[in-house]
T-cell receptor, first 112, second 109 residues
Framework: EAQVTQNPRYLITVTGKKLTVTCSQN?????MSWYRQDPGLGLRQIYY???????DKGDVPEGYKVSRKEKRNFPLILESPSPNQTSLYFC???????????FGSGTRLTVV | EDQVTQSPEALRLQEGESSSLNCSYT??????LFWYRQDPGKGPEFLFT???AGEEKEKERLKATLTKKESFLHITAPKPEDSATYLC??????????FGQGTRLTINP
């Protein structure tokens, strides 16, 4: 089944403890992206990638890092999480920038 | 400032009662407008891409249209299973996407 897989689905962590949210797609898509979704603010783009080793900032990149060493994987790294990074995170991929993205099921992160 | 605004925030309809959702945008260099559907607890699901004023796309009971400043998602004779949050997004540049806040649609049987 064609899909975008994020792990974990739920995570509660403490301020300052580094964490990684993994994202993997099995569709050989070139384009991948990370979003956070917050009530009243909607979906906001954190980072995107157009191919291996090619990444760029979205609207809210502060406090996040990404890497794209392989086509299928696009992990989101929080080096020192803070409570304002508590959110619902989505990874997404697309074979073409005009084709629309396939989204993962989301990761609900709570930073206390 | 690039902005995407959706209205209304929430809409409640009776089954079979047609209506339209609005997405207005103020962006420089529109490269495409996207509509997504999002069910509670799930990621958005892609519906349509529109590129130029006058373009229309249809899928079952949904039809999306685009003008120079806004897009409409028309829902004809909706059913309860059409209940969801509908999101529009505008692409600017290579891959920058700006989403609206969504319209939460409820269809009562």
């Amino acid at each position: 089944e064609a899909q975008v897989t994020q792990n974990p689905r739920y995570l509660i962590t403490v301020t300052g403890k580094k964490l990684t949210v993994t994202c993997s797609q099995n569709m050989n898509h070139e384009y991948m992206s990370w979003y956070r979704q917050d009530p009243g603010l909607g979906l906001r783009q954190i980072y995107y990638s157009m191919n291996v080793e090619v990444t760029d900032k979205g609207d809210v990149p502060e406090g996040y890092k990404v890497s794209r060493k392989e086509k299928r994987n696009f992990p989101l790294i929080l080096e020192s999480p803070s409570p304002n990074q508590t959110s619902l995170y989505f990874c997404a991929s697309s074979w073409d920038r005009d084709a629309g993205y396939t989204f993962g099921s989301g990761t609900r992160l709570t930073v206390v | 400032e690039d902005q995407v605004t959706q209205s209304p925030e929430a809409l409640r309809l009776q089954e079979g009662e047609s209506s339209s959702l609005n997405c207005s945008y103020t962006v420089s260099g529109l490269r495409g407008l996207f509509w997504y559907r999002q069910d509670p607890g799930k990621g958005p699901e892609f519906l349509f891409t529109l590129y130029s004023a006058g373009e229309e796309k249809e899928k079952e009971r949904l039809k999306a249209t685009l003008t120079k400043k806004e897009s409409f998602l028309h829902i004809t004779a909706p059913k309860p299973e059409d209940s969801a949050t509908y999101l529009c997004a505008v692409r600017m540049g290579a891959q920058k996407l700006v989403f609206g806040q969504g319209t939460r649609l409820t269809i009562n049987p």
